[in-house]
């Protein structure tokens, strides 16, 4: 079946700093998609991209869209604490998502 | 507008027995889904609903599992009986049209199985 594998699996940070991670999959999607979830709360969608290639905004955060639809990855710059969680890459393959294994953020004051 | 509910947001119970987990996805929301995280692994898609009908559930681990919408508004997911490998969080999301990437999640239910 379709895997996503998602790097790193957690990441321990200082506020301030700046973020990547990053998904491959061995099959082609045509949407690429980023959760975050929240210490108790369910995942909630950030960026959604459409396009290979394409690279999008979302306040403090940057993902793209891999040429070969294969790879994404996602930027978060400047951390601040409530970044803290964590964020899953996720493809759309028609009516259901396929998920990432997921990338655990701790920000440190 | 209230989001999508689940009950219980936790459930401990012995191997062998039986739990119920129950949704309440958005109002208005025809397409609902459910996904099951174990511990440290993917969000792996269960099955998703269209109103009343199972449009997809092929993500179902085996008969254990029972999904029902009944009416096409609620939706709950029973486990009978339970096994070891069955904890996790088991997540219910809905949306208001097929084919959509954005998905509304509830906050989960965690099952453990002692």
């Known amino acids: 079946g379709q895997q996503l594998n998602q790097s790193p699996q957690s990441m321990f940070i200082q506020e301030g700093e700046d973020v990547s991670m990053n998904c491959t999959s061995s099959s082609i999607f045509n949407t690429w998609l980023w959760y975050k979830q929240d210490p108790g709360e369910g995942p909630v969608l950030l960026i959604a991209?459409?396009?290979?290639?394409e690279l999008t905004s979302n306040g403090r955060l940057t993902a793209q869209f891999g040429i070969t639809r294969k790879d994404s990855f996602l930027n978060i710059s400047a951390s601040i604490p409530s970044d803290v969680g964590i964020y899953f890459c996720?493809?759309?393959?028609?009516?259901?998502?396929?998920f990432g294994t997921g990338t655990r953020l701790q920000v440190f004051p | 507008e209230a989001g999508v509910t689940q009950f219980p947001s936790h459930s401990v119970i012995e191997k062998g027995q039986t739990v119920t987990l129950r949704c309440d996805p958005i109002?208005?929301?025809?397409?609902l889904y459910w996904y099951r995280r174990v511990m440290g692994k993917e969000i792996k898609f269960l099955l998703h609903f269209v109103k009343e009908s199972k449009q997809d559930e092929s993500g179902m681990p085996n008969n254990r599992f029972l999904a029902e919408r009944t009416g096409g508004t609620y939706s709950t997911l029973k486990v009978q009986p339970a096994e070891l490998e069955d904890s996790g969080v088991y997540f219910c999301?809905?949306?208001?049209?097929?084919?959509?990437?954005?998905?509304?999640f509830g906050s989960g239910t965690q099952l453990s199985v002692l």
């Open positions: 999301a809905s949306s208001p049209r097929q084919g959509t990437e954005k998905l509304f």
């Open positions: 996720a493809g759309q393959y028609t009516d259901k998502l396929i």
């Open positions: 991209l459409y396009k290979a290639g």
């Open positions: 109002s208005g929301h025809d397409n």
